[in-house]
């Protein structure tokens, strides 16, 4: 804490500053003089058109006013900084003067003219410098001789208000120190004269080094930018290769060092009394606002943007010499001589952003900072140093008090509809930080000498100073993202901390007594007294979407604090440590990703300051209530000794081992999904410590939240400490492993919990069992213990859900220790193995079992049995249990001791009764199911039907264990092969008395789809079935009106049996046909032979899949005659087929589904069929010789035997032995053919027909069309 908060309020140093200073004042008389552009009106100077830049001018200019406007072309700053107003005032010129103040500096740029865009390029040191900084006060006269004393240091002076505004336009920039700096500084004091003697005179003397001068206060700095644009498309800031991309500070001027007392008289008696530091200048607010602006900064060294309020250091107290014998230090605690000085306040720190985009990033390893918004109170001064050799006793080198340290103001961060994005690679680096954080006390002075005599008085440190508020703000269309990959120094990616400074360590003769100490009266041992740290600040924010990323050890997410600052440390007394503050943050949704060791992944910290070390006395600071609530998205921690999302108030430690005597109460609300995996892991962690009073722990799992401790994580949900604690779960806490010792879902210790599960929890707890405790598993709520579930010889567990020891299908014994009822509307589940059961050990406490059991099946060896489910080790059990039966399972539930109840259990899966409604193809399911149990066993998957309660449930679940798809797949390829023979039969020709009959030479393609549903039954589930083909073939004539042809068939087809299965897969047939026409009559005889591979799926109850590959060949052979009555343009054709159809399915074994796939034997069907019909057409002549005929049939199909689709199966954990089942597939015997046609002959060659075909019976429809082109040759 002390290194951020020194860190982020160093003051910019003097020298660099004054170089500065020279360098602007000389660029400025160039261009003043060499840009014609640039008019001056009184105090104002205006600049315009092009040819602009470097444009600089400082207070020798009387400028205290810089317009940039009505531009036509770009600023450059080729030769350094493009834009610069300086006003520096004048340095105090002789002993002691002040320094002069500075005038206010303002600039204001307007990009925008016309329809044009200008900006600022090609800087090489600074786009733009706006810069106030008041003149630092002269150091004070020195004065030699026997009482002399130094002149005081001259005061700074104060610094004026720094405003740049840039409306319009763009800012490009590669290498240089900044893009943009706005500063007011206040002047730093002067140092203090000396005063010195130098001689052999025996007379006294006393000699006092001068005050330092005061720093001077600073004024505000403020930045407005809004509406800045590139018209090339990049961002309106691009800033690289530089130390700070944009910098907004508020600094006040440092104090002067005290002036040196130096006695180097050989003889005299000389007190050396050297003068107190002066005190630190106020800094005044500093803000930025910028609006509708997209800003990159990258390839930096040190900031990316950085909005500081920074009150100045105290001067430290001036060095004391006594170098003779008889010569002392005279400084002491109470005259007032070498003090440290004040550190200075600090002003407000603000960054607004509006429809804007920030993006910080860098791979170096300097770059500690992307987005720091601080105000920072100066540090005090330290007391002085000193030498001695001197031989008096209570004239202790060193002992003035430090100065105490400045209090900060508030920080804020604002984002409306704006995104900010930080990647920064460097150890220790912070993405964003808002802090507001004390200054820190100073302590006494260093010594050196040969003798070191002791004090009547010990110097005490200087009190820390306090913090202030920390805000920050998003509203919904804003984000944050936040990345860092090295090292942290337990701080965040993104960070919100307000702090108090830590006091100054007081001092101690006993501290310098040596060998060479000439007394040890304990009179002389001054003992002085450590400063008090100073109060943390508040911090809230109201956050809507915030990542955060880190990788490096020690390097948290997110980190919010409060915290005080620590006591100093003295021999009189530590000083206590500083109160801390409230946290009160909410964010909406959250992805955050840390996997260092100790790296958190949000982090909430309300923290008192230690009092001390742990040696002394000091109080340790008292701590606050923390509220942080995370509504959405994901943790996930990663690392050793990490936790996922923490909210602590811990009251500081202090000396002797005490701690601050209050924390406050602590609320953490997750609906973020949370993991742990990391050794020493917690998902969510909730702390209240304080020494006499701790606050009450809340925390609460929203619905749909998981939280997750896993591998080796110790909780998924840790509290410590804390009074009357309460967890509510209304969503998933959990843990992987339940078989665990070392793996908990919560833990306890410290304080009291009362947990009130309201959705599923899962895994061991572990409760201080000094404390009474209590769990509710409410009803609707799932409890999953592990192998100990232990509240406590007076803690009591209730539940009214549904509780289970281990999770489904692992059998466990649960040890319980506490008091344990269920209610009425409790159940206990049990997993059943067909041997044995779970286990409830009920270790200690008294024992009420009301309500069911739910017995889950994972395993059934036999079809009967029992075993005992609860015992009770250590008194009785009162049972009012009943089991709730199944379909296919009864269950008795027996008292047989009274500390022991027992479970017995009978199976039946084809109970007569039970299958009444049922259709042929279950049943065969259900026998076969019921024969394997008992000569074997049932496994897991085959099992689940076992655990069906509603009968009409299990009966439609005994579909899925079936294999109709298989036949149903027989069924579909069956009518396929007779649509296949069909198309082999037609060539026509265009003219001729036999013309609707006769056959020709010729070449034929057809494309084109089908379907085929099939409705529910009392055999079969419904299915769904979709066909696409491409067919081609050709036919020759021979002689004597004899005809011989040949086709193909390539086809897909997709099958879907209800939701129980599906199958994709391809149909290859090929076919030759022989033909005779004699007059209207054709006569015909075809063979056909088919192959199809199918990819099948079943999706069993289970929610197991079973898959497999069906394979089946088909042969056909169809007989047709028909004769074609003429009448005209019109003709009656009626038409007779016989013919056979062998279908051969090839046996297969499926895979995936453990037990419950399916070994299907071979099947060979075949099917004989007639087919008589009747065709009614007709011929009309179109234009150009076109002949257009229509065409419509209607017949019947009848299929002849009892032939019928089935397969025979038997189940993986069927044994041998075990007779197979056979599934039917329902087949209709009679089919209503009718067929619609459209045949254009378009020339003598050239033929396009179209048709399209219905097929129904009791239960399938068939339907599809195509379309086909024949040649004739």
């Known amino acids: 804490m002390r290194y951020w908060a020194k860190g982020i309020r160093k003051p910019h140093p003097s020298p660099r500053l004054a170089c500065g200073i020279a360098i602007f004042s000389a660029v400025s008389l160039w261009s003043a003089s060499a840009s014609a552009a640039c008019t001056q009106d009184g105090t104002t100077i205006t600049c315009t058109g092009s040819d602009l830049g470097p444009i600089s001018y400082t207070e020798s200019d009387a400028v205290d006013e810089l317009i940039i406007e009505d531009l036509t072309g770009d600023v450059s700053g080729s030769d350094g900084t493009a834009v610069s107003l300086v006003e520096t005032g004048d340095d105090g010129s002789s002993d002691g003067d002040d320094g002069e103040a500075a005038l206010p500096a303002t600039v204001s740029f307007d990009g925008t003219n016309g329809s044009e865009t200008w900006g600022i390029t090609d800087a090489t040191s600074v786009s733009v410098t706006v810069t106030s900084a008041g003149g630092e006060g002269a150091t004070g006269e020195s004065k030699s001789g026997r009482h002399e004393t130094g002149g005081d240091g001259g005061d700074g002076a104060t610094g004026g208000a720094s405003v740049f505004t840039m409306n319009g336009g763009f800012i490009t920039q590669t290498e240089g120190d900044s893009g943009i700096a706005v500063s007011s500084t206040g002047g730093a004091g002067g140092k203090g004269g000396e005063a010195g003697y130098t001689g052999t005179s025996n007379d006294d003397s006393d000699l006092y080094g001068g005050a330092g001068g005061s720093g001077n206060d600073a004024n505000t700095a403020t930045l407005t930018i809004s509406d800045l644009s590139n018209p090339d498309g990049s961002d309106g800031i691009v800033v690289s290769g530089i130390a700070t991309g944009i910098s907004v500070t508020s600094t006040g001027g440092a104090g002067g060092m005290g002036g040196e007392a130096r006695c180097d008289g050989e003889f005299s008696t000389c007190g050396a009394y050297s003068g107190a530091g002066g005190a630190g200048g106020a800094a005044d607010d500093s803000g930025a606002t910028i609006t509708d602006t997209d800003i990159s900064i990258s390839d930096l060294s040190s900031v990316g943007i950085e909005v500081l309020s920074t009150g100045g250091n105290g001067g430290d107290g001036g060095l004391a010499k006594a170098i003779w014998a008889d010569s002392y230090v005279g400084n002491t605690p109470t005259n007032g001589y070498g003090f440290g000085g004040a550190g200075g306040d600090a002003g407000s720190a603000s960054l607004e952003l509006t429809d804007s985009e920030i993006s910080v990033a860098d791979n170096s390893e300097t770059a500690l900072l992307g987005l720091a918004v601080s105000s920072t109170g100066g540090t005090g001064g330290e007391g002085n140093e000193s030498y001695s050799n001197g031989l008096y006793p209570g004239f202790q080198t060193g002992w003035a008090d430090g100065g105490d340290g400045g209090a900060a103001s508030d920080a804020s961060l604002t984002l409306t509809s704006s995104t900010v994005s930080v990647s920064l690679s460097a150890d220790d680096a912070v993405g964003i930080l808002i802090s507001s954080t004390g200054g820190e006390g100073g302590s006494e002075g260093k010594l050196d000498g040969s003798f070191k005599n002791l004090p009547f008085e010990g110097a005490d440190g200087g009190a820390g100073g306090d913090g202030a508020s920390v805000l920050a703000t998003m509203d919904s269309t804003s984000s944050i993202d936040a990345t860092t990959t090295g090292a942290g120094g337990s701080m965040g990616a993104f960070t919100l901390m307000g702090a108090g400074g830590g006091g100054g360590d007081g001092g101690s003769g006993e501290d310098y007594e040596d060998g060479k100490d000439p007394t040890s009266d304990d009179d002389y041992k001054g003992a002085g007294i450590g400063g008090m740290g100073g109060s943390g600040g508040d911090v809230s924010g109201a956050m809507t979407t915030v990542s955060a990323t880190t990788s490096g050890d020690d390097a948290f997410g997110i980190y919010l604090a409060s915290l005080g600052g620590d006591g100093g440390t003295g021999a009189g007394g530590d000083g206590s440590g500083g109160d801390s503050s409230t946290i009160d943050v909410s964010f909406s949704s959250v992805t955050v990703q840390t996997g260092g060791d100790g790296s958190h992944g949000i982090y909430a910290l309300s923290q008192g300051g230690a009092g001390g070390d742990s040696s002394s006395d000091g109080d340790g600071g008292d701590a606050d209530w923390v509220k942080l609530t995370v509504t959405d998205g994901t943790v996930e921690v990663t690392g050793d000794s990490a936790y996922g999302i923490a909210a602590v108030s811990s009251a500081g430690s202090a000396g002797s081992g005490k701690l601050g005597e209050t924390a406050g109460d602590v609320t953490l609300n997750v609906g973020a999904d949370v993991t742990v995996s990391g050794s020493g892991g917690v998902g969510l962690y909730a702390e209240s410590t304080g020494r006499t009073t701790s606050g009450t722990i809340d925390v609460t799992v929203y619905s749909g939240a998981t939280i997750t401790a896993s591998d080796y994580a110790t909780a998924a949900v840790s509290f410590v400490n804390g009074d009357s604690n309460t967890l509510t779960n209304d969503g998933t806490i959990t843990t992987d492993d339940l078989a665990s010792q070392s793996i908990y879902a919560v833990t306890s210790s410290g304080g009291a919990l009362s947990v009130t599960n309201n959705g599923t929890f899962s895994g061991a707890v572990d409760f201080d069992t000094d404390y009474t405790n209590s769990f509710t598993n409410s009803t609707g709520a799932t409890l999953i213990m592990n192998s100990e579930f232990v509240l406590g010889n007076g803690g009591t567990i209730t539940n009214n859900g549904t509780i289970s020891p281990g999770d489904t299908g692992l059998l466990l014994a649960t040890g319980i220790k506490g008091n344990f009822t269920q209610g009425s509307d409790g159940t206990y589940l049990l997993d059943l193995d067909g041997k044995s059961t779970d286990l409830l050990i009920f270790e200690t406490g008294d024992v009420t079992l009301d309500g069911s059991v739910a017995v889950n099946i994972i395993s059934a060896s036999e079809a009967d049995g029992s075993s005992v489910i609860a015992e009770a080790?250590?008194?009785?059990?009162?049972?009012?249990?009943?089991?709730?039966?199944?379909?296919?399972?009864?269950?008795?539930?027996?008292?047989?001791?009274?500390?022991?109840?027992?479970?017995?259990?009978?199976?039946?899966?084809?109970?007569?009764?039970?299958?009444?409604?049922?259709?042929?193809?279950?049943?065969?399911?259900?026998?076969?199911?019921?024969?394997?149990?008992?000569?074997?066993?049932?496994?897991?998957?085959?099992?689940?039907?076992?655990?069906?309660?509603?009968?009409?449930?299990?009966?439609?679940?005994?579909?899925?264990?079936?294999?109709?798809?298989?036949?149903?797949?027989?069924?579909?390829?069956?009518?396929?092969?007779?649509?296949?023979?069909?198309?082999?039969?037609?060539?026509?020709?265009?003219?001729?008395?036999?013309?609707?009959?006769?056959?020709?030479?010729?070449?034929?393609?057809?494309?084109?789809?089908?379907?085929?549903?099939?409705?529910?039954?009392?055999?079969?589930?419904?299915?769904?079935?979709?066909?696409?083909?491409?067919?081609?073939?050709?036919?020759?004539?021979?002689?004597?009106?004899?005809?011989?042809?040949?086709?193909?068939?390539?086809?897909?087809?997709?099958?879907?049996?209800?939701?129980?299965?599906?199958?994709?897969?391809?149909?290859?047939?090929?076919?030759?046909?022989?033909?005779?026409?004699?007059?209207?009559?054709?006569?015909?005889?075809?063979?056909?032979?088919?192959?199809?591979?199918?990819?099948?799926?079943?999706?069993?109850?289970?929610?197991?899949?079973?898959?497999?590959?069906?394979?089946?060949?088909?042969?056909?052979?169809?007989?047709?005659?028909?004769?074609?009555?003429?009448?005209?343009?019109?003709?009656?054709?009626?038409?007779?087929?016989?013919?056979?159809?062998?279908?051969?399915?090839?046996?297969?074994?499926?895979?995936?589904?453990?037990?419950a796939s399916l070994t299907i034997n071979d099947n060979a069907q075949t099917y004989y069929s007639i087919q008589p019909s009747i065709e009614i057409g007709g011929e009309i002549a179109a234009a150009n010789g076109v002949l257009v005929r229509p065409s419509v049939s209607v017949g019947l199909t009848q299929f002849l035997g009892d032939a019928a689709p089935s397969t025979t199966a038997s189940f993986s954990d069927t044994p041998a032995g075990i007779a197979p089942f056979t599934i039917g597939s329902e087949f209709d015997t009679t089919y209503f053919d009718v067929t619609a046609g459209l045949e254009v002959l378009a020339t003598d060659r050239l033929s396009l027909s179209a048709e399209g075909f219905g097929q129904f019976s009791d239960s399938i429809t068939s339907y599809g069309g195509s379309a086909k082109l024949a040649i004739r040759f």
């Not at 897991?940 to 309660?949: A, P, R």
């Not at 419904?1022 to 068939?1049: R, V, Y």
């Not at 199809?1092 to 899949?1105: A, C, E, K, W």
């Open 873 to 1155: 080790s250590d008194g009785s059990i009162t049972s009012g249990l009943a089991a709730t039966n199944t379909a296919t399972a009864s269950y008795t539930v027996t008292t047989g001791t009274v500390d022991e109840v027992t479970l017995t259990w009978y199976f039946s899966l084809d109970d007569s009764d039970l299958l009444g409604s049922a259709s042929r193809n279950q049943s065969a399911v259900a026998g076969h199911l019921q024969n394997v149990l008992e000569n074997g066993g049932l496994g897991k998957e085959l099992t689940t039907l076992l655990n069906i309660v509603d009968e009409d449930e299990y009966v439609a679940a005994l579909d899925t264990f079936a294999s109709q798809i298989a036949s149903d797949i027989q069924l579909t390829s069956l009518f396929s092969a007779q649509r296949f023979s069909d198309a082999l039969l037609s060539c026509s020709v265009g003219d001729g008395v036999y013309r609707f009959i006769d056959e020709d030479q010729c070449a034929w393609m057809r494309a084109g789809g089908s379907g085929m549903e099939r409705s529910s039954s009392n055999t079969n589930r419904p299915f769904d079935q979709t066909a696409w083909q491409f067919e081609g073939g050709g036919q020759f004539a021979l002689h004597d009106n004899w005809f011989i042809g040949t086709g193909f068939s390539i086809g897909t087809q997709s099958l879907s049996v209800d939701d129980i299965a599906d199958s994709d897969g391809n149909f290859y047939q090929g076919g030759v046909v022989a033909k005779h026409t004699m007059g209207n009559t054709l006569l015909s005889a075809s063979l056909t032979g088919g192959y199809g591979d199918f990819d099948i799926t079943r999706y069993l109850y289970s929610s197991d899949f079973a898959q497999g590959n069906e394979t089946l060949w088909t042969l056909s052979g169809q007989i047709s005659a028909s004769h074609a009555f003429v009448r005209g343009g019109w003709y009656l054709k009626p038409r007779v087929d016989i013919g056979f159809d062998h279908v051969n399915m090839n046996g297969f074994t499926e895979t995936g589904a453990g037990g």
